[in-house]
């Protein structure tokens, strides 16, 4: 008798591949819940204004003689700054704030600059008209103190000087900071490269994992945000189309944790770790390089048995997508030697290399994508012609292997049932 055949599409780039696997071989199609109806972008953020978390509005904080600082995000991220700002202002207004003791300014961290076209998009014409927007300088820091696990606290300047600090921002799953947004406004946003790269050399804790707050990469955020004096938070959630599903305002700690409650009901998916698990990062342009990619690799972990297999399904039509990941994946000859040298030397860029070399030493790693075959293997994976081979190999080793599908990677967190 024939076994039934599930065929189930993948994204690929800008196309699909569509998957013919066995139905005894599935185990669950691991998907996100998004809700269908979605509220008004402006009426969420008024009303977490309106009811801040664990704070004060900032109505009741600022008065007419109040220096302000909103940090907002850069044009790497996806937060739709232009909605934000102007309810934001207004709950300034009611308490006397004035444009000219406001400036907003743009959290780089370690990014490169933006031009004044990308800095006028990102805030809106009209704020941008009448607000001083300046860019944050890594060279104008002035260091403040240092965390328990020895961060130096070191901020820009223009945002010490102010008398009240607020962070914006979105709240997604972070690979090594558990969650984005909350106190990732100050650091890395707003510090120094030195406080940014000891905080980030962290990453590489176990417990520097997405859809955690207890790992040491954002506790020592946490801490510095403290000890810098983050007043109060404004951050959103935006689900797969980047709308506004929920807003969150108040203290920079308390109301991030509602926000990420938020984002756990809509993309944290319960599992038991099967044996193999084939994951799409959603297609383009989450899976435009490998840099990219690789955040759907991170999330499949948590679906797979130890020993298991994952089978990475990236277009990766620009390559690899970072000099100096491709840099470190040519040198580094094992996943050990890569280890070893993130724990020696920290650079941007290799700590993707160290990352992959860690995951490969725990589960047997396929990749399907446009890549060269020999740039696969440097980078820890078994290159793969097509999916249909990725599947066969698996099944080879065990006929019997029990499968998860993760068609939208980039953005669902299976959470083991075992943990």
Known sequence: MTPKINK?????????????????????????????????????????????????????????????????????????????????????????????????????????????????????????????????????CRRIGMTSRGTPIEIFESVLDADIIIGTGSIEFHYYAGYSGGAKSVLPGVSSTEAVITNHKMMIDEKAVSGRVDGPVRQDMEEAAKITGLDFILNVVLDSKKEIVAAVAGGFIEAHRKGMEVVDSMYKVPVEPADAVIVSCGGF??????????????????????GGSIILVAECAEGIGNQVYECWNRECRSPDDAIERFKKCFEFGGHKTAIIAKISKKFRLYLVSKLPEEQTRTAFFTPMASLKDALSAVLSENPDAKIHLMPHGGQTLPVRKDN
């Open 8 to 140: 189930i599409p993948l994204a690929f780039g800008s196309t699909a591949i569509e998957l013919d696997i066995p139905e005894r071989n599935i185990s669950s199609v691991i998907l996100p819940s998004e809700p269908e109806k979605k509220e008004d972008a402006a009426f969420l953020i008024k009303k977490a204004l309106e009811n801040p978390v664990k704070s004060k509005r900032l109505s009741e904080i600022v008065n007419p003689d109040s220096g302000i600082v909103i940090i907002v995000s850069d044009v790497t991220r996806p937060t739709p700054t232009a909605k934000l700002l102007p309810p934001l202002l207004e709950e300034l207004y009611l308490g006397g704030a004035k444009d000219e003791n406001i400036t907003v300014v743009f959290a780089l961290g370690l990014h490169r600059d933006q031009t004044e076209e990308e800095s006028r998009k990102l805030v809106g014409n009209e704020v941008y008209g009448k607000i001083r927007c300046i860019q944050h300088n890594t060279h104008k």
């Open 285 to 306: 342009p989450k899976d435009i390089n490998l840099f990219q990619a690789n955040k759907a690799l991170d999330n499949a972990t948590q679906a797979v048995k130890e």
